[in-house]
Nanobody, 123 residues
């Protein structure tokens, strides 16, 4: 069992930055690839980024490539999402999730989810 708790969301102006954190419980954090997803009102949950167990491989969605960066610190059981050059269309609830697969962009492949943190970008 893995419990995930996101933090770092908030209200920011367009062009600003935020760093999201996701703290995981348990001793098996490094056994999971970690992903970030987001869901805006009235829309489906959308893949944002994923990082492999060691942190050696990452994939970012085209919509955030060059602006967002996923990273992890296995010693701290934490995964991060650095978000720069934020746009109003980035407004959503952001979720971190854990999967036993090497990596996946599909939300149904993830075994554990956090409760989410709200990110609001004003224009």
């Amino acid at each position: 069992q893995v419990q995930l708790v996101e933090s770092g969301g908030g209200l920011v102006q367009a062009g600003g930055s935020l760093r999201l954190s996701c703290a995981a419980s348990g001793r098996t954090f490094s056994s999971y690839a970690m992903g970030w997803f987001r869901q805006a009102p009235g829309k489906e949950r959308e893949f944002v980024a994923v990082i492999s167990r060691s942190g050696g491989s990452t994939v970012h969605a085209d919509s955030v490539k060059g602006r967002f960066t996923i990273s992890r610190d296995n010693a701290k059981n934490t995964v991060y999402l650095q978000m720069n050059s934020l746009k109003p269309e980035d407004t959503a609830v952001y979720y971190c999730a854990a999967t036993r697969l090497y990596y996946s962009t599909g939300p149904t492949d993830y075994d554990y989810w956090g409760q989410g943190t709200q990110v609001t970008v004003s224009s």
